[in-house]
């Protein structure tokens, strides 16, 4: 019998339907390779296996019937910032402790309809801050690809690193993934799989654990575009509970990921060449410009003058929103209590024991940014910058319809590589976060590996709730490249 | 921007965390050489931009006046550390 492990989203839709093997029988076999690799590789932090076994019995029924959903008996794993009913939620942080939540996030619960199966919650950075999901406070995740010759350990990437690592290491058939500043399409790119971060509001944000309302939006890791065309359908709503959700269609997106792009204008912005980026990471690109002109897209050269600004104007908007959104974890409501001498106390002593040294330094920055006297000079000037930036898009885009970038300047990096300098970390970001401070969808590709022979992804950024457009091009670079698997299971 | 470590311990109080004197020391520097990087922003020529309040054009909707919610006290001090009779239990805050 095949490994069933190793098919990806549609072949296992296809398989189900064709009766090839039940919903029950592909549950087991990832339940076995979580048993199998997640000591090694730490990307649950809660399998649900009994969970996920009642799930798939009941998809197989449904099946039987011929009542499928569109997910039906599909194993997912489900990032810990998701709140899921009755099975426990932390964000990885200690804050939460044991929390397990009355309710379902919108997300997930459509994700339940359409009969898809939670295979258990996977790590990521704590609050999804940070870019190598060092910072959880469940420890962290490893990324199954190492270097060439080499068994040093490998950062997944971060924030959604256990989604990715999951992904690569067939520990699910997709996952969820949240996307703030890159935390979806930079754990992509450096496992060699498919990050989509939809357009702001695609995807409900209800009872999602909030870091930066305003940039949040949620989106799969997926080991195919086709897959992440299967999961952006299912997961994309308008949901009254969160006001940002946007009343739009959702398209069929995979029934158009055939139509290519031919005649489509692709821009290639002149202000992400930087210094720093790697040899491979500029071949690539260049790589990626051809692939999509062979195809028959046009290139042009554009301009995004304020790209630079983008990061440090998010290092200012990210903490102030998470500063104010982390202050309902106060010892009194849900998580963790550490008791004072008096209520002050009580918070104080709560969240020095619950948060980690990175979601402190953030809520402190957002906390002075937004102190009396200093609002109008950090706050207020970043998000005038931010207009600036959505502005450079929007000119941008009466020029081209979607936009070329590598996802990251570099493959992934070792453990405790960049954890010592927080700015360090914060240029992992350097390519993606403009996406978010623009409200974009933007999509990553893996393009191709490093001379070590550790994946690099190429990122698409598209016009508003153009998701469709993305997803072609995205398929279109899959085509050329190829797919890249883990060449070895050395974690079994 | 140079963040002394009075500050630190300022914000720390406003953010409601208790920071060790070590702890304070190491931010002092961190916050000091992040806040140093951000004011590259001023390079921006902001004049006549307004701050970016969304980045959807929408409207915010306005649901029917109805009550959608309640009820559900069980449900809401279920992940309480303490609660007593559907209250959340707080150290004593009036004398």
Redesign the interface.
């Known amino acids: 019998m095949t490994d069933l492990t190793k098919l990806t989203l549609s072949e296992a839709r296809d398989g189900l339907a064709n009766k090839d093997f039940s919903a029950t029988e592909l549950t087991k076999a990832l339940l076995k390779a979580i048993e199998a690799g997640n000591e090694d590789l730490n990307c649950y932090v809660l399998p649900t296996p009994d969970h996920a076994l009642a799930q798939a019995k009941a998809s197989d029924k449904r099946i039987k019937k011929g009542d499928a959903g569109e997910l039906e008996g599909l194993p997912l794993g489900i990032k810990d910032l998701f709140c899921t009913e009755g099975v426990r939620t932390t964000a990885c942080s200690n804050i939460l402790d044991d929390?397990?939540?009355?309710?379902e996030s919108t997300v997930t619960a459509n994700l339940w309809d359409a009969g898809a199966v939670m295979l258990g919650k996977l790590n990521n950075d704590e609050f999804a801050m940070g870019s190598s999901n060092e910072t959880s406070a469940f420890g962290p995740v490893v990324n199954p690809w190492r270097r060439e010759g080499s068994t040093d350990k490998l950062v997944p990437g971060g924030s959604s690193g256990g989604s990715s690592a999951a992904v690569a290491a067939d520990l699910c058939l997709a996952a969820t993934a949240t996307d703030t500043g890159g935390s979806i399409r930079q754990p992509a790119a450096l496992t060699g799989t498919v990050g989509m971060k939809p357009?702001?509001?695609r995807c409900s944000r209800w009872g999602t654990v909030a870091f930066a309302s305003?940039l949040d939006q949620a989106g799969p890791i997926t080991k195919t575009v086709r897959d992440a065309a299967l999961m952006l359908k299912v997961m994309a709503s308008h949901d009254?509970k969160d006001?940002?959700s946007?009343?739009a269609d959702v398209p069929d997106y995979e029934a158009t990921l055939k139509d290519g792009v031919k005649g489509l204008r692709v821009g290639v912005p002149k202000e992400y060449r930087i210094d720093g980026m790697s040899k491979e990471a500029s071949a690539l690109w260049e790589q990626g410009i051809a692939w999509l002109k062979d195809a028959g897209a046009t290139i042009h050269d554009i301009s995004l003058p304020?790209t630079?600004?983008a990061l440090?104007?998010y290092?200012?908007i990210a903490p102030a929103e998470a500063?104010s959104n982390l202050?309902r974890y106060?010892?009194?409501?849900?998580?963790?209590?550490k008791?004072?001498?008096?209520?002050?106390?009580?918070?104080?002593?709560t969240?020095?024991a619950g948060?980690g040294a990175e979601v402190?330094?953030r809520?402190?920055?957002g906390?002075?940014v937004l102190?009396a006297g200093y609002y109008d000079a950090?706050y207020?000037?970043?998000?005038?910058?931010?207009?600036?930036i959505?502005g450079d898009f929007d000119t941008a885009w009466d020029k081209v319809d979607v936009v070329l970038t590598p996802t990251t300047p570099s493959p992934a990096f070792a453990f405790g590589e960049k954890s010592g300098d927080?700015?360090q970390m914060y240029l992992e970001d350097i390519f993606t976060v403009t996406v978010n401070m623009?409200?974009l969808p933007g999509i990553s590709v893996p393009a191709g590996l490093s001379g070590q022979g550790t994946p690099l992804g190429l990122q698409l950024i598209g016009k508003?709730f153009d998701e469709a457009t993305l997803l072609r091009a995205g398929q279109t670079i899959e085509d050329a490249a190829g797919r890249f698997s883990v060449p070895k299971r050395w974690w079994v | 921007m140079h963040v002394d470590e009075a500050t630190v311990r300022r914000i720390a109080r406003l953010a409601r965390i208790k920071i060790t004197d070590e702890e304070a020391k190491d931010l002092e520097g961190e916050l000091s050489s992040i806040l140093d990087w951000v004011e590259q922003l001023g390079e921006v020529d902001t004049e006549n931009v307004e701050p970016m309040t969304r980045v959807v054009p929408i409207s915010l909707k306005q649901r029917d006046d109805v009550v959608t919610d309640g009820q559900k006290a069980a449900d809401v001090v279920a992940n309480a550390p303490m609660s007593e009779d559907d209250f959340f239990v707080v150290p004593k805050v009036v004398e």
């Open positions: 929390f397990k939540p009355r309710y357009t702001y509001g305003s009254p006001s940002t946007v009343d304020h630079k600004y440090p104007a290092y200012i500063s202050a106060d010892g009194v409501r849900y998580g963790m209590r008791p004072g001498k008096d209520l002050i106390d009580t918070y104080e002593e969240r020095e948060f402190k330094r809520v402190l920055i906390t002075y102190s950090y207020l000037k970043a998000q005038k910058v931010r207009t600036l959505k927080p700015l623009a409200g508003p």
